[in-house]
C-alpha cells in the first residue's frame, strides 16, 4: 500500500525574497547588456579615450565626493596624469576633459556645439531659459539683442558710477584698519551693486534695502548652486527640495524675483512716461581705435560689433532696452526679461568677485609688480586724486597685464561644458569623442600648458605683451571663452575691473601673509579660495576722490 503525502505549496517569505532577488538582478542585467549593446559604439569610441579607471556601473563618481577643494585637487591630479585629455565616467554619463588649445578651438570656435550640458539645469528656478542657458534660436535672438546693451559707448557712460562705487568700497575695506580679511565678501557687495546700478539703472537711492537683500540673496543663491555641483546627493531635484538648501532656495528666489519684478515695474513706468536714458556718442575715434585693438586671445564677436559699428547715436543701457523691445511686443516677453535680468546679475558678479580677489591677493605676494602699477598710477594721475576716467583706463596698460595674468592663473570660470552635438574628431591625437559626450574645456589646464606658457606656474605679467600674444596660439588664453558664445560682459568687466583696482592701489599698499602655494583652490562653479581670500591694507599717503 502506498500512501501519498500531499506536501503544502505555499513558499516561505525568505523564498520569495530571494525569487525576488534572482529576478531583480537578471533583469538588471538584462537592461545592462541591452544598453551596453545598444551603445556598441559610444562605448567602442569611449574605450580610446585615455582616462583614470573607475568601478563598474558607478564609473569614477567616487572622485567627485567630498569637498568642494578636495575634488578640485583631485581633478588636478588627474589633470596633471592625463595633459590634455581625460575621460571619467559618472555612473552612465561620459564626460571627457580637453584642454590642448588646437581641440578647444574646435569646440568653442564651432556654431555646432553652442548647447550647453546637463549640468547648467540647476541654473534654471533662477536664471530660466536666460542666455547662459538657452539654445537654438532663442539664444540667437537675444544675443543679438543683449550684444550692444555693452557697446563701447555704453560702458563709458557708466566711468562715474564704477568710480563712485569703487570709492565705496574703499571706504568700507579701510575700517578693516590693518587686520587680516577676506577681500571677496567685499569684491562680491561692490560688484552687486555697480550691476545694479549700472546695467539695471537702479539707483542706490532706489536701492535702499531692498538693494542690499538682493546682493546678499544673489552671493547666497550662487553658494547654494556651488553646492549641488559638489555634492551629488543634492543633485536630484526631489532631494534637493526636501533639504534646508532647497527651502532656503525658495526664500532667496523670492527676494531675487521680487526686485526683479519691482525694478521691471519702476522702469516700466518711467520708459511710458516719456523719459527714455538714451546714451549718447562719447567715445572719441582715438579712444575706439585703442580700446577695439584686437588683444589676439580675446577676440570675439563683440569686437566686431564696436568696428563695424555704423554709429548708432542713440544706444539704451541693459534693462532699459530690454523694456523697450517687451514694449515694441514683439521680441521679449516679462519673463524673459525677468530671465535675462538674473543671468546678467549672476554671470557679472561672482566671476568678477573671484577675479578682482585673485588679482590683490597676487599684489599681496608680488610686490615688485604692484609697485610697478602704482608707478604707471602714479604717471598717469601725478599728484592728483581725482577719479580714473576712460582715457586713463587706456593708459593702464601694465595694471592690465597683471589683471590678465591672474585671469590665466586662477579663471574665474575654470571649465566650460557643452554637450556635443555630433561626434569629434580631436586635432591634437586623432580621438573620436562619441556625439552626446558632456565635453568640458579645462581652461585651468589650458592656462598652464608649458608648450604656450613657459614657465606656468609663475606668475608673470609679461606673458600678456602683445608681442608675445601674438605667438600663442588663439585657444591658449580664454578665461571670457571665445568664439560665437563668448563672454558678452567682458569688455564691461575689464573697464570696471581697471577702475576698482586702480582706485583700491592708489589708495592702499596691499599685503598678503601668505606664498600662492598655499592657497587652496575650490573650482566648482567659479574657481575661488576655499581658504578665503586673505589680505591686509596699509594706506597710501593720499586718498582718491570719487
Ligand atoms: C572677470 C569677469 C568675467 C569672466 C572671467 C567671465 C567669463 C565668462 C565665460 C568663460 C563665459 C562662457 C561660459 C560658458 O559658456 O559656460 C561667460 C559667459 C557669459 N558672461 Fe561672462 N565673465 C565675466 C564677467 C561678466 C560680466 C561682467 C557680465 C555681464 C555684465 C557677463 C555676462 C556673461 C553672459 C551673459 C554670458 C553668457 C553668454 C552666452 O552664452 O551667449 N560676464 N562669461
Same mark, same amino acid.
Given at each position: 500500500?502506498?500512501? *501519498?503525502?500531499?506536501?503544502?505549496?505555499?513558499?516561505?517569505?525568505? %523564498?520569495?525574497?530571494?525569487?525576488?532577488?534572482?529576478?531583480?538582478?537578471?533583469?538588471?542585467?538584462?537592461?545592462?547588456?541591452?544598453?551596453?549593446?545598444?551603445?556598441?559604439?559610444? #562605448?567602442?569610441?569611449?574605450?580610446?579615450?585615455?582616462?583614470?579607471?573607475?568601478?563598474?556601473?558607478?564609473?569614477?563618481?567616487?572622485? =567627485?565626493?567630498?569637498?568642494?577643494?578636495?575634488?578640485?585637487?583631485?581633478?588636478?591630479? @588627474?589633470? =596633471?596624469?592625463?595633459?590634455?585629455?581625460?575621460?571619467?565616467?559618472?555612473?552612465?554619463?561620459?564626460?571627457?576633459?580637453?584642454?590642448?588649445?588646437?581641440?578647444?578651438?574646435?569646440?568653442?570656435?564651432?556654431?555646432?556645439?553652442?548647447?550647453?550640458?546637463?549640468?547648467?539645469?540647476?541654473?534654471?528656478?533662477?536664471?530660466?531659459?536666460?542666455?547662459?542657458?538657452?539654445?537654438?534660436?532663442?539664444?540667437?535672438?537675444?544675443?543679438?539683442? @543683449?550684444?550692444?546693451?555693452?557697446?563701447?559707448?555704453?560702458?563709458?557712460?557708466?566711468?562715474?558710477?564704477?568710480?563712485?562705487?569703487?570709492?565705496?568700497?574703499?571706504?568700507?575695506?579701510?575700517?578693516?584698519?590693518?587686520?587680516?580679511?577676506?577681500?571677496?565678501?567685499?569684491?562680491?557687495?561692490?560688484?552687486?551693486?555697480?550691476?545694479?546700478?549700472?546695467?539695471?539703472? $537702479?539707483?542706490?537711492?532706489?536701492?535702499?534695502?531692498?538693494?542690499?537683500?538682493?546682493?546678499? &540673496? $544673489?552671493?547666497?543663491?550662487?553658494? @547654494?548652486?556651488?553646492?549641488?555641483?559638489?555634492?551629488?546627493?543634492?543633485?536630484?531635484?526631489?532631494?534637493?527640495?526636501?533639504?534646508?538648501?532647497?527651502?532656503?532656495?525658495?526664500?532667496?528666489?523670492? $527676494?531675487?524675483?521680487?526686485?526683479?519684478?519691482?525694478?521691471?515695474?519702476?522702469?516700466?513706468?518711467?520708459?511710458?512716461?516719456?523719459?527714455?536714458?538714451?546714451?549718447?556718442?562719447?567715445?572719441? +575715434?582715438?579712444?575706439?581705435?585703442? &580700446?577695439? *585693438?584686437?588683444?589676439?586671445?580675446?577676440?570675439?564677436?563683440?569686437?566686431? +560689433?564696436?568696428?563695424?559699428?555704423?554709429?548708432?547715436?542713440?544706444?539704451? !543701457? =541693459?534693462?532699459?532696452?530690454?523694456?523697450?523691445?517687451? +514694449?515694441?511686443?514683439?521680441?521679449?516677453?516679462?519673463?524673459?526679461?525677468?530671465?535675462?535680468?538674473?543671468?546678467?546679475?549672476?554671470?557679472?558678479?561672482?566671476?568678477?568677485?573671484?577675479? %578682482?580677489?585673485?588679482?590683490?591677493?597676487?599684489?599681496?605676494?608680488? +610686490?615688485?609688480?604692484?609697485?610697478?602699477?602704482?608707478?604707471?598710477?602714479?604717471?598717469?594721475?601725478?599728484?592728483?586724486?581725482?577719479?580714473?576716467?576712460?582715457?586713463?583706463?587706456?593708459?593702464?596698460?601694465?595694471?592690465?597685464?597683471?589683471?590678465?595674468? !591672474?585671469?590665466?592663473?586662477?579663471?574665474?570660470?575654470?571649465?566650460?561644458?557643452?554637450?556635443?552635438?555630433?561626434?569629434?574628431?580631436? !586635432?591634437?591625437?586623432?580621438?573620436?569623442?562619441?556625439?552626446?559626450?558632456?565635453?568640458?574645456?579645462?581652461?585651468?589646464? *589650458?592656462?598652464?600648458?608649458?608648450?604656450?606658457?613657459?614657465?606656468?606656474?609663475?606668475?608673470?605679467?609679461?606673458?600678456?605683451?602683445?608681442?608675445? !600674444?601674438?605667438?600663442?596660439?588663439?585657444?591658449?588664453?580664454?578665461? =571670457?571663452?571665445?568664439?560665437?558664445? %563668448?563672454?558678452?560682459?567682458?569688455?564691461?568687466?575689464?573697464?570696471?575691473?581697471?577702475?576698482?583696482?586702480?582706485?583700491?592701489?592708489?589708495?592702499?599698499?596691499?599685503?598678503?601673509?601668505?606664498?600662492?602655494?598655499?592657497?587652496? #583652490?575650490?573650482?566648482?562653479? @567659479?574657481?575661488?579660495?576655499?581658504?578665503?581670500?586673505?589680505?591686509?591694507?596699509?594706506?597710501?599717503?593720499?586718498? $582718491?576722490?570719487?
Amino acid at each position: 500500500m502506498s500512501v *501519498t503525502v500531499e506536501t503544502a505549496t505555499v513558499e516561505s517569505p525568505a %523564498s520569495s525574497i530571494s525569487t525576488f532577488m534572482v529576478l531583480l538582478v537578471s533583469a538588471v542585467a538584462l537592461f545592462f547588456a541591452y544598453w551596453k549593446i545598444s551603445r556598441r559604439r559610444f #562605448l567602442q569610441l569611449a574605450e580610446k579615450i585615455p582616462g583614470p579607471k573607475g568601478y563598474p556601473i558607478i564609473g569614477n563618481a567616487l572622485d =567627485f565626493l567630498g569637498s568642494s577643494s578636495q575634488v578640485t585637487d583631485r581633478m588636478i591630479q @588627474i589633470g =596633471f596624469q592625463f595633459t590634455t585629455i581625460a575621460k571619467v565616467w559618472i555612473l552612465h554619463k561620459l564626460v571627457v576633459f580637453i584642454a590642448d588649445p588646437r581641440d578647444i578651438e574646435l569646440i568653442l570656435g564651432n556654431s555646432t556645439h553652442l548647447e550647453k550640458s546637463e549640468e547648467y539645469r540647476f541654473f534654471k528656478p533662477w536664471l530660466g531659459d536666460g542666455l547662459l542657458i538657452s539654445s537654438g534660436q532663442k539664444w540667437k535672438s537675444h544675443r543679438k539683442l @543683449i550684444a550692444p546693451t555693452f557697446h563701447l559707448n555704453v560702458l563709458k557712460s557708466f566711468v562715474d558710477l564704477f568710480n563712485a562705487n569703487s570709492r565705496a568700497v574703499c571706504d568700507k575695506m579701510a575700517k578693516e584698519n590693518g587686520r587680516t580679511f577676506d577681500c571677496h565678501d567685499y569684491m562680491s557687495e561692490c560688484t552687486v551693486e555697480v550691476l545694479l546700478e549700472t546695467a539695471m539703472g $537702479v539707483s542706490k537711492k532706489t536701492q535702499n534695502k531692498s538693494g542690499f537683500e538682493y546682493a546678499m &540673496a $544673489v552671493m547666497k543663491m550662487c553658494n @547654494i548652486l556651488h553646492l549641488r555641483h559638489s555634492k551629488v546627493w543634492l543633485r536630484p531635484d526631489w532631494l534637493f527640495n526636501l533639504t534646508k538648501y532647497g527651502k532656503e532656495q525658495v526664500d532667496l528666489l523670492d $527676494v531675487i524675483h521680487g526686485l526683479t519684478k519691482k525694478v521691471i515695474k519702476n522702469k516700466k513706468e518711467i520708459i511710458s512716461s516719456g523719459t527714455k536714458k538714451y546714451i549718447e556718442e562719447s567715445v572719441t +575715434q582715438e579712444e575706439k581705435a585703442i &580700446a577695439s *585693438t584686437p588683444v589676439k586671445g580675446l577676440r570675439d564677436d563683440l569686437d566686431e +560689433q564696436d568696428e563695424n559699428d555704423v554709429g548708432q547715436k542713440k544706444r539704451l !543701457a =541693459f534693462l532699459d532696452l530690454m523694456i523697450e523691445s517687451a +514694449q515694441n511686443g514683439v521680441v521679449l516677453t516679462d519673463e524673459e526679461i525677468k530671465e535675462e535680468v538674473g543671468t546678467i546679475m549672476f554671470e557679472g558678479h561672482d566671476t568678477t568677485a573671484a577675479g %578682482s580677489s585673485f588679482f590683490l591677493c597676487l599684489m599681496g605676494i608680488h +610686490q615688485k609688480y604692484q609697485d610697478m602699477c602704482v608707478q604707471e598710477l602714479n604717471q598717469i594721475f601725478g599728484d592728483s586724486d581725482r577719479p580714473a576716467t576712460f582715457a586713463d583706463t587706456l593708459e593702464m596698460k601694465f595694471l592690465e597685464r597683471c589683471l590678465l595674468e !591672474a585671469l590665466r592663473m586662477y579663471p574665474p570660470v575654470p571649465v566650460i561644458a557643452r554637450k556635443l552635438a555630433e561626434d569629434l574628431t580631436l !586635432a591634437s591625437t586623432g580621438v573620436v569623442i562619441p556625439q552626446g559626450t558632456t565635453i568640458v574645456v579645462s581652461t585651468v589646464k *589650458t592656462h598652464r600648458l608649458e608648450e604656450h606658457w613657459p614657465n606656468p606656474d609663475v606668475y608673470d605679467p609679461d606673458n600678456h605683451l602683445p608681442e608675445k !600674444a601674438a605667438e600663442r596660439h588663439y585657444y591658449s588664453f580664454v578665461p =571670457f571663452s571665445a568664439g560665437p558664445r %563668448s563672454c558678452v560682459g567682458r569688455k564691461y568687466a575689464l573697464l570696471k575691473l581697471k577702475i576698482i583696482l586702480s582706485t583700491i592701489l592708489r589708495n592702499f599698499k596691499v599685503h598678503s601673509d601668505i606664498s600662492e602655494d598655499e592657497f587652496k #583652490l575650490q573650482g566648482d562653479i @567659479i574657481l575661488k579660495r576655499a581658504d578665503g581670500f586673505m589680505i591686509r591694507l596699509e594706506p597710501r599717503k593720499k586718498t $582718491v576722490a570719487a
